[in-house]
């Protein structure tokens, strides 16, 4: 039984993992287009944008808060950024303009954690309301004006073209790989390590213990806002850099995409547990399904039920588990008084 606990892993890891390889048989079987070097260079290449995204929506669900701000702030951010190097003609460089990008992102981060941490509003809210103010703006000062790759920065148009290593007649893996590997690790070492990410995860498994252990729950809760903006500039920035043109109408509904995910991978709705491996895997299987439905026979159309169905399995199961929980006390207390 301990070794069966340790292969689940603390967050059902393992589960999930398992479920991946039957998806991957299952999806061979039923397409030999699907196992090949192709199809897997293409599955990573797809999840890069969505796994940045997730690792920010698992920092706030640790804490016991939902984010659905995340895509307008990642396209706002790139897209305001790209447009204003193009208009000044003037190119900082790629790190340059990142770091420009990341700004942007952090104040609106800055933005959500403030009124959130300030006035303690609910985190849907106040997020949903970003969200539309960011869908206003473009709408009203930019509306569909489009940034073709011919009038991107030249150090964007080089980096959408950097390549790890391609393999002829079968793929390549895209530079921005390691940047994103980077991330993953900085936030696991981050929620492992650091006092901050111990802060997070007793935020949201009980705020008001937190409040009397000494943890400083509005000026966290402002900190990891602003983190999470900016690593939303972050994948908006690879977003454009992955299809070399920056459209202001896109990105902003994939927020179903990125929440299954983090769920799936065992993070808790009600805060207080999550893990990035689970999240990593999470992103796997959502993006195994958004991307290869088609090779075996199922209509596009069904992408977004598919997901969706996979988003109230794994609030199902964290309600179960979390009604599991709530009874183990009474059994020992019976068994206590019984003695």
């Known amino acids: 039984m301990k070794i069966l606990r340790r292969l689940r892993g603390a967050n059902n890891e393992g589960v999930l993992a398992a479920v991946i390889i039957v998806v991957i048989i299952l999806m061979s079987l039923a397409s030999p287009a699907f196992f090949t070097p192709s199809t897997f260079f293409g599955l990573a290449r797809s999840s890069l944008v969505p796994?940045?995204?997730?690792?920010?929506?698992?920092?706030?669900?640790?804490?016991?808060?939902?984010?659905?701000?995340?895509?307008?702030?990642?396209?706002?951010?790139?897209?305001?950024?790209?447009?204003?190097?193009?208009?000044?003609?003037?190119?900082?460089?790629?790190?340059?303009?990142?770091?420009?990008?990341?700004?942007?992102?952090?104040?609106?981060?800055?933005?959500?954690?403030?009124?959130?941490?300030?006035?303690?509003?609910?985190?849907?809210?106040?997020?949903?309301?970003?969200?539309?103010?960011?869908?206003?703006?473009?709408?009203?000062?930019?509306?569909?004006?489009?940034?073709?790759?011919?009038?991107?920065?030249?150090?964007?148009?080089?980096?959408?073209?950097?390549?790890?290593?391609?393999?002829?007649?079968?793929?390549?893996?895209?530079?921005?790989?390691?940047?994103?590997?980077?991330?993953?690790?900085?936030?696991?070492?981050?929620?492992?390590?650091?006092?901050?990410?111990?802060?997070i995860f007793a935020i949201g498994g009980d705020i008001e213990a937190?409040?009397?252990?000494?943890?400083?729950?509005?000026?966290?809760?402002?900190?990891?806002?602003?983190?999470?903006?900016?690593?939303?500039a972050f994948g908006g920035m690879i977003f454009v850099i992955l299809g070399k043109n920056a459209?202001?109408?896109t990105l902003v509904g994939t927020e179903l995409d990125i929440i299954a995910a983090v769920v799936l991978g065992g993070a808790s709705i009600f805060g207080g547990r999550g893990s990035v491996l689970g999240t990593v895997l999470g992103v796997v299987l959502v993006q195994l399904i958004n991307n290869n439905l088609v090779l075996v026979g199922v209509p596009s159309t069904w992408q977004r039920a598919a997901v969706g169905i996979l988003l109230i399995v794994g609030v199902s199961v964290q309600a179960l588990a979390a009604m599991r929980n709530r009874r183990k006390p009474v059994v020992i207390e019976e068994e206590v008084s019984q003695a």
Not at 92 to 121: D, Q, S
Not at 162 to 183: K, Q, S
Not at 213 to 227: A, E, S
């Open 247 to 249: 459209n202001p109408q």
């Open 210 to 232: 937190a409040r009397r252990v000494g943890i400083k729950v509005i000026r966290t809760q402002i900190l990891l806002y602003v983190l999470v903006g900016a690593m939303a």
């Open 51 to 199: 796994l940045v995204f997730a690792l920010g929506v698992l920092l706030i669900m640790i804490s016991g808060g939902i984010d659905v701000s995340f895509p307008a702030i990642a396209i706002f951010a790139a897209y305001t950024t790209v447009a204003w190097a193009d208009q000044a003609s003037f190119d900082p460089t790629i790190i340059g303009i990142f770091v420009i990008a990341l700004v942007i992102g952090a104040l609106w981060g800055l933005l959500n954690g403030v009124v959130i941490a300030r006035f303690r509003l609910p985190t849907l809210i106040v997020t949903l309301g970003t969200q539309g103010i960011i869908k206003g703006i473009l709408l009203t000062y930019i509306g569909s004006t489009y940034i073709s790759a011919a009038r991107l920065p030249a150090s964007v148009a080089e980096a959408g073209d950097a390549h790890l290593f391609d393999v002829p007649g079968a793929g390549y893996l895209h530079g921005m790989l390691v940047p994103v590997i980077m991330i993953v690790v900085l936030v696991w070492w981050m929620l492992k390590y650091t006092t901050f990410g111990r802060s």
